[in-house]
């Protein structure tokens, strides 16, 4: 079975700064999709950013990159120059390939709850 | 805004009673997920629907069901309610089952 695991329950930074969150994961597959999603006190999930397996490249859409290691099995978000609107809870997931024969459905974990202050 | 709707976005029931929640999908979306979180926890998956029929399902018991509709809207219902059934419930919908998940702001069910 796959699992997800985020180490961090807490983390805070000053605004302008940098934070990174952690994420490690299981699983025996070898073609799959993570997620790092934030869900702002409105109760609504957001995607972030998306990683494929299969792409050796580290994902970034502007300020939020990845640190993927797939041999680690770790999946690390970077915040740049944070924002107090980045205060949120962020979630790490997974979810297997639907041409392995899964319903696609997302894995959390934890969840970390990071505060960016002023 | 991701164009997910879900509805009611409170509700308070009693243990025993059932319950019925809404989600409305984005607009192309044929693929529904339903997920429950529980305070401090991250999502559970419950079940997916795709094209209307049920694509899988997580560790939930029976007297959590669903529909899909032709439209691709969803229910997810829950029967004899229990106190640990107190949660935010989610869903999410998708082109397919494997893209990009867009959630609703969610459902907060609380069982007194």
């Known amino acids: 079975a796959q699992t997800v695991t985020q180490s961090q329950p807490e983390m805070s930074v000053q605004e302008a700064e940098t934070v990174t969150l952690s994420c490690t994961y299981d699983?025996?597959?070898?073609?799959?999709?993570l997620f790092w999603y934030k869900q702002p006190p409105s109760r609504q999930m957001i995607l972030v950013i998306r990683?494929?397996?299969?792409?050796?490249q580290n994902a970034t859409e502007n300020r939020f990159s990845v640190n993927f290691q797939k041999a680690a099995k770790s999946f690390s978000l970077k915040i740049s120059d944070s924002q107090l609107g980045d205060t949120a809870m962020y979630f790490c997931?997974?979810?297997?390939?639907?041409?392995?024969?899964?319903?696609?459905?997302?894995?959390f974990g934890k969840g970390t709850k990071l505060s960016v202050k002023p | 805004e991701t164009g997910v709707t879900q509805s009611p976005t409170h509700l308070i029931k009693t243990r025993g009673q059932q319950v019925t929640l809404r989600c409305s999908s984005q607009s192309g979306h044929n693929t529904v997920s339903w997920y429950q979180q529980a305070l401090g926890q991250g999502p559970q998956f419950i079940f997916q629907?795709?094209?209307?029929?049920?694509?899988g399902r997580g560790n939930f018991p029976p007297r959590f069901s669903g529909l899909q509709f032709p439209n691709y809207s969803s229910e997810l219902n829950v029967n004899a309610l229990e106190l640990d059934d107190s949660a935010l419930y989610l869903c999410?919908?998708?082109?397919?089952?494997?893209?990009?998940?867009?959630f609703g702001q969610g459902t907060r069910l609380t069982v007194v």
């Open positions: 997931a997974f979810m297997t390939s639907f041409y392995g024969g899964s319903q696609g459905n997302l894995i």
């Open positions: 699983t025996s597959e070898n073609n799959y999709y």
């Open positions: 990683q494929e397996a299969y792409k050796q």
């Open positions: 999410a919908s998708s082109v397919t089952p494997n893209t990009e998940a867009f």
């Open positions: 629907y795709y094209r209307e029929e049920e694509n």
